[in-house]
Nanobody, 121 residues
Framework: QVQLVESGGGWVQAGGSLRLSCAAS????????MEWFRQAPGKEREFVAA????????NYANSVKGRFTISRDNAKNMVYLQMNSLKPEDTAVYYC??????????????WGQGTQVTVSS
């Protein structure tokens, strides 16, 4: 059974930084794409960043490119999201997700419980 557990959320002033962590367990993730999504109050969930567990290649939403960095630690089965130069519009619940490589369409198969990030102006 896949488990994704996020941590590291909190409150920060605009311009500050936070690092989110995701502990992944339950299977071998070498053939998965790990992603971060977020959902702000009253808005739909949106893609933030993705990383291939096997190759390390990354992809980012335009809104966070240059400010956020996704990474993974294969030995520890951890995925991270380093968030710098945070803006009030980054306020949301952030979710760690896992999706099999090659899957086309739809939201990721596996989701964590989410961690709240609040950025004050």
């Amino acid at each position: 059974q896949v488990q994704l557990v996020e941590s590291g959320g909190g409150w920060v002033q605009a311009g500050g930084s936070l690092r989110l962590s995701c502990a992944a367990s339950g299977r071998t993730f070498s053939r998965y794409i790990m992603e971060w999504f977020r959902q702000a109050p009253g808005k739909e969930r949106e893609f933030v960043a993705a990383i291939s567990w096997s190759t390390g290649s990354t992809n980012y939403a335009n809104s966070v490119k240059g400010r956020f960095t996704i990474s993974r630690d294969n030995a520890k089965n951890m995925v991270y999201l380093q968030m710098n130069s945070l803006k009030p519009e980054d306020t949301a619940v952030y979710y760690c997700t896992a999706d099999p490589v090659g899957k086309v369409g739809g939201l990721p198969d596996y989701w964590g419980q989410g961690t709240q990030v609040t950025v004050s102006s």
